[in-house]
């Protein structure tokens, strides 16, 4: 079973909070869910990062998410392999370092739950 690796803030999260249909959909998934995010524990809090349905990741900047070693670090720490997660994400330059390593990535454009629930379907063996 694939890990879902979910974009934290303009994807999940907003300046209303959770996006509840993407989350709804999400929970359509058994698979282990986990937030990914540039913020410290202080833009968490500005963010609304806080209290989330999945554990949250974060390297503090340390490097952001479009430096590729973001996500081997992110993949050492989870123990996991690129093959077994699948990651959506709105920034284009996070994209492409996500798939740099490897990672099966989604291109999020603002409120395409449709986009997204293809992809999840059809990547999720």
């Given amino acids: 079973m694939k890990t879902i690796l979910v974009d934290a803030w303009n994807t999940l999260v907003t300046k209303d909070g959770i996006d509840t249909d993407m989350q709804k959909l999400l929970d359509t998934y058994d698979h282990t869910k986990i937030i990914l995010t540039n913020a410290n524990k202080q833009e968490c809090t500005e963010y609304g990062i806080i209290n989330m349905p999945y554990e949250v990741f974060s390297l503090e900047h340390r490097p952001n998410k479009t430096d590729k070693a973001y996500y081997l670090k992110m993949l050492q720490h989870f123990d996991l392999k690129p ?37 999840l379907k059809n990547n999720n063996t």
């Fill in 83 to 119: 093959q077994n997660v699948l990651y959506f994400e709105h920034n284009l330059e996070a994209v492409t370092a996500a798939q740099s390593v490897g990672i099966k990535t989604f291109h999020y454009e603002k409120n395409d739950l449709r986009g997204l629930a293809s992809f």
